[in-house]
């Protein structure tokens, strides 16, 4: 049993004023079991009762690369220099895939789990985060796939060659991370208003994918294009991650530390601007949504 | 003077709807409360800083679903809340269990608030009883570690001992409900808020839930808020009771005349104008005036004498005959009679206007009933009024319990010879 305490001595308030940064970092804590069985949940239940399984973590991102590959540089000749146009563009789906799987599952977090956000509180920002780590496993196993290839194209000297670089792949894995789950934080708090902003995300991811280098090298864009247009993809922050990913596996592309660095700066201001909207909607998106 | 600590108190809160549709065709409107909630800044459409609440009210078209409750709940204590529906009940629990926050007013807690509201929310339907067990447990805040520790119990409690390892989608509705709730009850949060969830399972298990209620606040010292429209139940469990009206709060205290008050409305509880009753047959002559149980103030207690007066116009009956009909809450007969019954007839008199009828000792269990009244003139019926009072019945006996809830509308005394 607590000890007396004084009357003024309250444990928390609930009020309709909240302070703007208030993250409630110590009670996402407290909550951390929570988070973990989300994840748990996700993992377990995601295939059960389908056919193929986790094999389907497989098949996409292997037929998408292939379909690139024989568009973008059978078709279109898009040269990838030293390395295997199919591992190539497997390394940009591969990364890519991890930011959009991100995004698409976070951005109708409060829509699709309207029903329990309307009974029972816990941190809502939970929700997307564990999106966020269980996509984690999913991007390890396309790793695996990747490294796989990596090996098998490596063995007839088609892989480029391993940049010192490659220490900051979590860097490069975080940034994904908090884009997708920033971005989609602030799309979902939009969804809760407006509906057909689920429609724009699915073919936003598209369109997004096309200018974020997944399948041409960076400098191809910028020698190619007038500079009128390139600049979105020079300046995309998604762009610089695909490129830089592909630097430290291949030695291929641009690359420098200070690229790296800014845009693990953009994204942590995404992040936390969503962060901030997912917030505010938390505490009254049950009355709109 | 020892008095009870405060646990949660609860100051002036009130919780405010848009009405009709909300966020169409108002992007520039939506966008312009969107900057300001960016800013930090109070939502332009709302007005409702603390200063101006009350006098912006009626010139929108906002509503406030609840208004200016404030109360105070102490450790350990079982308060009901009470109210029709869309008196705000709902909307006020939401708001204690942070699922949307208030319009303004403050609440303030000593304690971690779990709610209960509709159970098994948050099951998975293809995971199994047992990873169910754990993710239901961790969305009501509890931890891992606290689940283990008491999960045989929980496995226990919901008697589902044969279906812990299979998936919830194979379970029966029954099954996951008593999960649900097991899982609920088996929290340790310092209060507990529950809405209308015994309205499911059997009456055994509807009984033990009640029972572990009891425990979390007597035995363990826990507090909980019990919203239900079972008056039975709340009389059974809450020593202390709100009610609320029209998201306003009307009254507080003793459980007891909360519920009485509730169960008429605002009117007073024994007496009932009939002169225009609503309930009145078609085509019904307005003979019977006014209905007066007791003295019009007393409580009906189970198994003591029950007067019932009826005062009537009676200018063109040479004689009548009256009777009455029971229905508990749920409006099922449970008994009546009437004069003919007993081959009386009544003659009328001119310096007497009003009939009573007398129940030596009325056999009804504690809770609410209706009274439908007859009136005919020998023949046939003239005036029917259905369920023309409604009242509650008590039960006052130190020496005997009172019934259990599912023990049926009647009480016959009893005596066990051996």
Same mark, same amino acid.
């Given at each position: 049993m607590?000890?007396?305490?004084?009357?003024t001595n309250?444990?928390?308030?609930i009020?309709?004023?909240?302070?703007?940064?208030?993250f409630?970092?110590?009670? @996402?804590?407290?909550?951390?079991?929570l988070?973990?069985?989300f994840?748990?949940?996700d993992?377990?239940?995601?295939y059960?009762?389908?056919?193929?399984?986790?094999?389907?973590?497989?098949?996409q991102p292997?037929?998408?690369?292939v379909?690139?590959t024989?568009?973008?540089?059978g078709?279109a000749?898009?040269?990838?220099?030293?390395?295997?146009?199919f591992?190539?563009?497997?390394a940009?789906?591969?990364?890519w895939?991890?930011?959009?799987?991100?995004?698409?599952?976070?951005?109708?977090?409060?829509?699709?789990?309207?029903?329990?956000?309307?009974?029972?509180?816990?941190?809502?920002?939970?929700?997307p985060l564990?999106?966020t780590?269980s996509?984690?496993?999913k991007?390890?196993?396309?790793?695996?796939?990747? @490294?796989?290839f990596?090996g098998?194209?490596?063995y007839?000297?088609?892989?480029?060659?391993?940049s010192?670089?490659?220490?900051?792949?979590?860097?490069?894995?975080?940034?994904m991370?908090?884009?997708?789950?920033?971005?989609?934080?602030?799309?979902?708090?939009m969804?809760?208003?407006?509906?057909?902003?689920?429609?724009?995300?699915?073919f936003?991811i598209q369109?997004?994918?096309?200018?974020?280098?997944?399948?041409?090298?960076m400098?191809?864009?910028?020698?190619?294009?007038p500079t009128?247009i390139s600049?979105i993809?020079?300046?995309?922050?998604?762009?610089?991650?695909?490129e830089s990913f592909?630097y430290?596996?291949?030695?291929?592309?641009?690359?420098?530390?200070?690229?790296?660095?800014?845009?693990?700066?953009?994204?942590l201001?995404?992040?936390?601007?969503?962060?901030? @909207?997912?917030?505010?909607?938390?505490?009254?998106?049950?009355?709109?949504? | 003077?020892?008095?009870?600590?405060?646990i949660?108190?609860?100051e002036?809160?009130?919780?405010?709807?848009?009405?009709? *549709?909300?966020g169409t065709? $108002?992007?520039?409107?939506?966008?312009?409360?969107?900057?300001?909630?960016?800013?930090?800044?109070?939502?332009?459409?709302k007005?409702?800083?603390e200063?101006?609440?009350?006098?912006?009210t009626g010139?929108?078209d906002?509503v406030?679903?609840?208004k200016?409750?404030s109360?105070? *709940?102490?450790?350990?204590?079982?308060?009901?809340?009470?109210?029709?529906n869309?008196a705000?009940k709902s909307?006020l629990?939401?708001?204690?269990?942070?699922?949307?926050?208030?319009?303004?007013?403050?609440?303030?807690?000593?304690?971690?608030?779990?709610?209960l509201?509709e159970?098994?929310?948050?099951f998975?339907?293809?995971?199994?009883?047992?990873?169910?067990?754990?993710?239901?447990?961790?969305?009501?805040?509890m $931890?891992?570690?606290?689940?283990?520790s008491k999960?045989?119990?929980?496995?226990?409690?919901?008697?589902?001992q044969r279906y812990?390892?299979?998936?919830?989608?194979?379970?029966?509705?029954?099954m996951?409900?008593?999960?649900?709730?097991?899982v609920?009850?088996?929290?340790?949060?310092?209060?507990?808020?529950? =809405?209308?969830?015994?309205?499911?399972?059997?009456?055994?298990?509807q009984?033990?839930?009640?029972?572990?209620?009891q425990?979390?606040?007597?035995?363990?010292?826990?507090?909980v808020?019990?919203?239900s429209? =079972?008056?039975?139940?709340?009389?059974?469990?809450?020593?202390?009771?709100?009610?609320?009206?029209?998201?306003k709060m009307?009254?507080q205290?003793? $459980? *007891?005349?909360?519920?009485?008050h509730?169960?008429?409305?605002?009117?007073?509880?024994?007496? &009932?104008s009939?002169?225009?009753?609503?309930n009145?047959? &078609?085509?019904?002559?307005?003979?019977?005036?006014?209905?007066?149980?007791?003295?019009g103030?007393?409580?009906?207690?189970?198994?003591k004498?029950?007067?019932?007066?009826v005062?009537l116009?009676?200018?063109?009956?040479k004689e009548?005959?009256i009777?009455?009909?029971f229905?508990?809450?749920k409006?099922?007969?449970?008994?009546?009679s009437?004069?003919n019954?007993?081959?009386?007839?009544?003659?009328t008199?001119k310096?007497?206007?009003?009939?009573t009828i007398?129940?030596?000792?009325?056999?009804?269990a504690?809770?609410?009933?209706?009274?439908?009244?007859?009136?005919g003139n020998?023949k046939?019926?003239?005036?029917?009024i259905? =369920?023309a009072?409604?009242?509650p019945?008590?039960?006052?006996?130190?020496?005997?319990?009172?019934?259990?809830k599912?023990?049926?509308?009647?009480?016959?005394?009893?005596?066990?010879?051996?």
């Amino acid at each position: 049993m607590d000890t007396p305490q004084k009357n003024t001595n309250w444990l928390f308030e609930i009020s309709s004023k909240s302070n703007l940064l208030d993250f409630k970092f110590k009670e @996402i804590w407290q909550y951390r079991d929570l988070l973990m069985l989300f994840v748990r949940r996700d993992v377990v239940t995601l295939y059960k009762q389908t056919i193929l399984g986790p094999l389907w973590y497989l098949i996409q991102p292997l037929l998408t690369s292939v379909i690139f590959t024989l568009v973008f540089n059978g078709i279109a000749d898009i040269k990838t220099g030293n390395v295997n146009a199919f591992l190539f563009n497997l390394a940009g789906i591969t990364i890519w895939n991890y930011f959009a799987e991100c995004l698409k599952a976070t951005s109708d977090t409060f829509k699709k789990n309207e029903n329990i956000f309307g009974k029972v509180y816990f941190p809502r920002v939970i929700m997307p985060l564990s999106i966020t780590v269980s996509n984690l496993l999913k991007f390890g196993i396309q790793i695996g796939i990747f @490294i796989a290839f990596y090996g098998y194209f490596a063995y007839y000297n088609e892989a480029g060659t391993i940049s010192s670089n490659l220490i900051l792949l979590p860097v490069i894995v975080l940034i994904m991370g908090l884009l997708g789950l920033g971005l989609g934080m602030i799309i979902s708090s939009m969804v809760t208003k407006y509906r057909d902003l689920t429609f724009l995300v699915q073919f936003g991811i598209q369109l997004l994918m096309y200018v974020s280098a997944v399948m041409y090298p960076m400098a191809i864009v910028i020698q190619k294009l007038p500079t009128s247009i390139s600049w979105i993809v020079e300046y995309n922050p998604l762009a610089r991650v695909v490129e830089s990913f592909r630097y430290m596996v291949f030695t291929e592309g641009e690359f420098s530390i200070q690229y790296v660095l800014s845009t693990l700066g953009i994204s942590l201001f995404i992040f936390l601007i969503g962060l901030i @909207i997912f917030n505010k909607t938390e505490r009254n998106f049950i009355d709109t949504v | 003077m020892k008095e009870k600590e405060v646990i949660l108190r609860v100051e002036n809160v009130s919780k405010q709807y848009r009405l009709g *549709v909300i966020g169409t065709g $108002t992007i520039s409107h939506d966008l312009n409360r969107w900057w300001h909630k960016i800013r930090g800044k109070e939502d332009p459409y709302k007005r409702i800083g603390e200063e101006n609440k009350r006098s912006t009210t009626g010139k929108s078209d906002y509503v406030w679903a609840i208004k200016d409750i404030s109360f105070d *709940v102490h450790r350990g204590e079982v308060l009901g809340i009470i109210g029709k529906n869309g008196a705000g009940k709902s909307t006020l629990l939401k708001i204690l269990s942070k699922v949307t926050m208030p319009t303004s007013g403050v609440i303030r807690s000593k304690g971690r608030i779990a709610s209960l509201l509709e159970v098994g929310t948050g099951f998975h339907p293809e995971l199994t009883g047992k990873e169910n067990i754990f993710l239901n447990g961790a969305i009501l805040g509890m $931890t891992k570690a606290e689940i283990k520790s008491k999960f045989d119990e929980i496995v226990e409690f919901a008697g589902v001992q044969r279906y812990v390892n299979t998936p919830v989608k194979r379970y029966s509705s029954g099954m996951k409900v008593r999960l649900a709730f097991a899982v609920a009850a088996h929290l340790e949060p310092e209060i507990l808020v529950v =809405d209308e969830v015994l309205a499911v399972g059997d009456a055994e298990f509807q009984k033990k839930a009640i029972g572990k209620m009891q425990d979390i606040s007597k035995g363990e010292g826990r507090t909980v808020l019990f919203v239900s429209h =079972d008056m039975t139940n709340i009389q059974n469990l809450c020593t202390r009771s709100i009610l609320l009206e029209n998201g306003k709060m009307v009254l507080q205290g003793d $459980t *007891v005349n909360v519920i009485k008050h509730y169960l008429q409305g605002s009117e007073e509880t024994y007496v &009932k104008s009939l002169e225009a009753h609503k309930n009145r047959k &078609k085509g019904m002559q307005a003979i019977m005036q006014k209905v007066t149980i007791g003295d019009g103030n007393a409580k009906v207690i189970t198994g003591k004498e029950f007067q019932m007066h009826v005062k009537l116009t009676l200018d063109t009956l040479k004689e009548f005959s009256i009777g009455y009909l029971f229905k508990n809450e749920k409006g099922q007969v449970i008994m009546a009679s009437n004069t003919n019954q007993y081959g009386t007839k009544l003659i009328t008199k001119k310096e007497k206007n009003t009939v009573t009828i007398v129940i030596k000792a009325l056999p009804l269990a504690p809770a609410s009933y209706s009274v439908s009244l007859f009136l005919g003139n020998g023949k046939y019926d003239i005036d029917i009024i259905e =369920d023309a009072i409604t009242f509650p019945v008590f039960w006052e006996n130190e020496h005997i319990l009172p019934p259990s809830k599912n023990w049926g509308s009647t009480f016959g005394s009893t005596s066990w010879e051996y």
